[in-house]
């Protein structure tokens, strides 16, 4: 998606295009890592210095709802954001260098319905996340 289309969403659920949102949008669109907001917030002031770090948190919130970016969880606890797969899609990170591909197919049927069984739980939805070192980083 590009930054346009972010915004436009953003403008057509009723939040203001700031220079602020901008600068915090174009940041993310084309990070192909994980960023955490810090990130995002020295990245995207480089674009718009009188950016707040408020305003950063504020605008990752507004995208995750809309579903335009994705919350990846870290081993080392701190949340960082990727703009949003399509459709479903599981994540692989490297934990050397940050960068993040998605990946489809996971054959995770059997496993769900066993936990199901045995727990007792309607499992509606997972989300897959996996761990290692890319490529270039091996």
Request: charged share 25%; hydrophobic share 40%.
């Amino acid at each position: 998606m590009s930054t346009d289309l972010w915004l436009t969403q953003l403008q057509e659920n009723g939040y203001r295009l700031t220079g602020a949102r901008r600068a915090v949008v174009e940041a993310i669109q084309k990070s192909r890592h994980a960023l955490t907001p810090l990130e995002v917030f020295d990245m995207a002031r480089k674009k718009y210095r009188a950016l707040g770090l408020v305003s950063v948190y504020r605008t990752l919130e507004k995208l995750e709802e809309l579903h335009i970016i994705q919350r990846v969880h870290q081993p080392q606890g701190c949340q960082a954001f990727i703009a949003a797969s399509r459709g479903h899609e599981h994540l692989l990170l490297c934990q050397n260098c940050g960068q993040v591909i998605f990946f489809e197919g996971d054959d995770l049927d059997i496993l769900i319905k066993t936990i199901s069984k045995k727990t007792g739980y309607l499992i509606r939805e997972h989300w897959l996340q996996l761990f290692g070192l890319c490529q270039d980083c091996q």
